[in-house]
């Protein structure tokens, strides 16, 4: 059998840039034992399976695997899974097309923006609101990321928060900080042994481009992903988690993060947060993305 798939480049409209994304379309016909398999074939952050819905009214089931495994939610294949098929005529689409894709996390709406009858920006909302754990300390921390201790930002709190799949947000004070992080994998994992987040976003607000918020890069090696140029549930959390810190009682927060440029691989991502009285009622990440190529995998 040979099975169809797409690949995207997500978060970036310059193709090689942004974070790389499998597609196959036609999931449901893969048998259930290949899958796991065939995301470390690509060996790409994710891949994604898409399945009919179990609910009529919605669009798709996806399935989500990075080379290590199952994912119940991320953001990147949410958006480049949504751009995929709305490119390839799978999802038709006008100026603006709301979209339901079934995920382990729940029902996540998509929102797919077209110029010139393409996909053009996508804009996933969060199924699931923040939840809050507790961290390691930073001295810890700093250990497993090769830094000093003085390099941590102490302005901002160290946290563990998930919208579905949990992160460590942790601080810095520069770019350079930034770029000098080399991550122990042993001390992480004995670090991170008994934390809920085995995930690590370091983040800065000394963004290079001046109208950006902040510079980011994260680290997943005990799930098979080394550091990921864009990670879209990672800044979903990130926006539930600077909402917590902004003094606003009733708005929407918007902010900006430059990601995967120490990769080579720049990604802009766009998180925005709604508050009422005091509380996160809301939580939606966007990007572009650009069709890299498609062919066909014979099993």
Sequence with gaps: ???PYYTCDVFTDTRFGGNQLAVFPAGASIPEELLQTIAKEFNFSETTFVYPPNDPKNTNRLRIFTPGGELPFAGHPTIGTAFVLAAIGAIPIQHETNILFEEGVGN?????????????FMELSAAQMPEFSAAPSGSDIAKF?????????????IQSVSCGVPFLFVAV???GSLKRIRINTELMNQTLRTSSAKDVFVFTTDAEQADFDFRARMFAPLLGIPEDPATGSAAASFAGYLATLDSVQNGTLKRKIE????MGRPSLLYIEADKKDGKTTAIRVGGSAVMVCKGEMEI
Excluded: C, W
Aim: charged share 25%; aromatic share 8%; hydrophobic share 30%.
């Design 108 to 120: 996540v709406p998509v929102k797919i923006l077209s110029q010139n009858g393409a996909p053009h």
């Design 1 to 3: 059998m040979k099975y």
């Design 145 to 157: 990321l090769s830094l000093p201790e003085n390099d941590l930002d102490e302005t901002y709190p």
């Design 173 to 175: 004070k520069s770019r």
């Design 259 to 262: 990601q995967g440029f120490e």
